[in-house]
């Protein structure tokens, strides 16, 4: 479902028009923000307000202060160092950004938990995985930035916009010609993280209260603000429409049981992968069997088939 709706608009190879239908509105396809706030947001609140459960769960949540985790930090010392890992990696990786770390370190999370039935149900281990991958890639992401002039991420890439506009050039001599800036740059993630910190620890007690706002007050704000989005990232009416019908995606898939970490990740992944698929295709001689017979490719495949038996494996037992 990921990869059919990420195809709508533009190929990103050829450029011809595929799955719109001869809309002009869908000329240039569904944008991952609109898919965030749709599958989340708006098909979130339908099911809560179908299922009228999330008043009463509201009451249960008290928050006094901020303690120390340790006992949480210890016990999963390995999830963090594997979300980090992860979340440099793909940091690394120009083009992949923030929303493909969380899903990928939540969802190798989820599958090397012992009790994975937890996870959306306020487990910890959900919690700090997603959260040390968004960190950890916001670095990675600057890493082709500062060397290679290659945006990481979103982010990056604005802000390499604002360098270029001042006449900062950059790419692999930026260090060593704009080192006071390459050194702000630094300043500016250490001074910004410890501000959040901050932020947050004092916030603590203030933040929950939101959930004793009542519902059928929070829930149509919440909406006004999804609509609201959409209708700004495009500048179309068309796009709330189109904000109804994936919340509808996202309320069927909750009532089959679809995780949205799947779609997210393929809908993120397609056009990275149609790209390097017809490149690796228009290159070679022999074909789909190249995959098969060049070693890299090979093990990958081999790797992806493993995981996948694994997991139904796993399953069965």
């Given at each position: ?24 509105y869908l000329a240039g396809g569904i944008g991952l923000s609109c898919v965030m706030l749709r599958i989340f947001a ?230 990275t992968l149609e790209t390097n698929l017809g490149r690796a295709l228009s290159y070679s001689t022999n074909g789909w ?15 992806a088939v493993a995981s996948i038996v694994m997991t139904l494996v796993k399953k069965e037992k």
């Amino acid at each position: 479902m990921g990869l059919i709706i990420r195809c709508i608009g533009t190929a990103p190879i050829c450029g011809t028009q595929r799955f719109a239908g001869g809309s002009y509105y869908l000329a240039g396809g569904i944008g991952l923000s609109c898919v965030m706030l749709r599958i989340f947001a708006g098909s979130t609140i339908l099911m809560e307000y179908a299922r009228d459960e999330k008043a009463a769960a509201s009451e249960l949540v008290k928050v006094s202060r901020f303690r120390w985790p340790g006992r949480n930090l210890y016990n999963n010392v390995k999830n963090i160092i594997q979300s980090w890992c992860i979340g440099a990696v793909i940091g690394f990786l120009p083009g992949m950004g923030l929303a493909l770390s969380n899903v990928v370190a939540y969802a190798k999370a989820k599958s090397s938990s012992r009790h994975p039935e937890e996870f959306g149900q306020g487990c910890i281990d959900g919690v700090i995985a997603p959260e040390v991958a968004n960190n950890a890639s916001i670095g990675g992401a600057l890493v082709p930035m500062i060397a290679l002039g290659i945006p990481g991420d979103g982010s990056t890439a604005l802000l390499l916009g604002a360098l270029t506009v001042q006449g900062v050039v950059a790419g692999p001599l930026m260090l060593k010609n704009y080192t006071n800036i390459v050194y702000m740059i630094y300043l500016s993630c250490i001074f910004a993280t410890t501000c959040v910190l901050i932020f947050e620890i004092v916030g603590m007690p203030v933040f929950p209260s939101l959930l004793k706002i009542p519902y059928h007050y929070l829930y149509p704000v919440i909406l006004v603000l999804v609509f609201l989005g959409a209708y700004i990232s495009t500048g179309n009416i068309f796009a709330v429409i189109r904000t109804v019908g994936m919340a509808f995606i996202g309320v069927f898939m909750s009532w089959a049981d679809l995780p949205p970490t799947p779609f997210i990740l393929a809908y993120v992944l397609e056009e990275t992968l149609e790209t390097n698929l017809g490149r690796a295709l228009s290159y070679s001689t022999n074909g789909w069997m190249s995959f098969f017979t060049r070693p890299a490719s090979c093990i990958f495949i081999v790797v992806a088939v493993a995981s996948i038996v694994m997991t139904l494996v796993k399953k069965e037992k």
